[in-house]
């Protein structure tokens, strides 16, 4: 919806990791805040998305209703000139009312339908599905840099077309792993 692609830095800053006496890490955090910085893109502003879980859960926002209440379960809420849209999973409310009749921009549209059943819709009709496999790599993506970032520390500036944190061995070297044989990457060109 915001027409987002890949972020050009993120960090996890307070992630508190399970640790032993000695203060070794020995399991995942029990919360994770993990914060994206995204480019302006034409005339959009730069967007920064936060990512809490575990029981975290960020400030409330002061454009936010007091009637309108934070679920801690999940979700995301976007704030406009016209009104509100809180989407979670499958479902949606918007704010007022009268805006969820406005007819939808086609490059816009997305399902309810679960994904589950849009994918297998989409494998008979060989439609296009709600979440194809360019989604999924941004959304994958979007994980595994969160995951980065938690496990080296600081904030990282991140490369979308090489797919490398430039000039960071350290980060890079969680981009990839060895390969049991006979399995392997083929060459890139």
């Known amino acids: 919806a915001l027409g ?4 050009a830095s993120v960090e996890a800053p307070f992630t508190p990791w399970g640790v032993d006496i000695k203060n070794n890490k020995v399991s995942y955090p029990m919360g994770t805040h993990v914060v994206y910085k995204f480019p302006a893109r034409g005339a959009q502003p730069p ?3 936060t990512w809490m879980d575990g029981g975290l859960m960020p400030g409330r926002p002061d454009l936010l209703p007091e009637n309108l209440p934070l679920d801690p379960g999940g979700g995301v809420i976007f704030i ?5 849209i809180r989407l979670d999973r499958n479902l949606y409310t918007v704010d007022p009312v009268e ?5 939808a921009d086609p490059k816009l549209k997305f399902t309810l339908t679960p994904h589950f059943q849009n994918w297998f819709d989409c494998m008979r009709s060989r439609a296009r599905p709600a979440a194809d496999v360019e989604i999924g790599h941004r959304t994958a993506t979007l994980c595994h840099l969160g995951n980065i970032a938690r496990w080296v520390g600081r904030k990282m500036k991140w490369d979308p077309i090489q ?4 000039g960071d061995d350290e980060a890079n070297r969680y981009l990839s792993r060895p390969m049991r044989q006979p399995y392997q990457l083929p060459e890139t060109v």
Do not use: A, M, N, R
Not at 99 to 103: A, C, I, K, Q, V
């Open 4 to 7: 987002l692609t890949y972020p």
């Open 47 to 49: 967007v920064k998305l």
């Open 80 to 84: 406009g000139e016209k009104g509100k």
């Open 163 to 166: 797919e490398i944190f430039p």
């Open 99 to 103: 805006l969820d009749s406005e007819p």
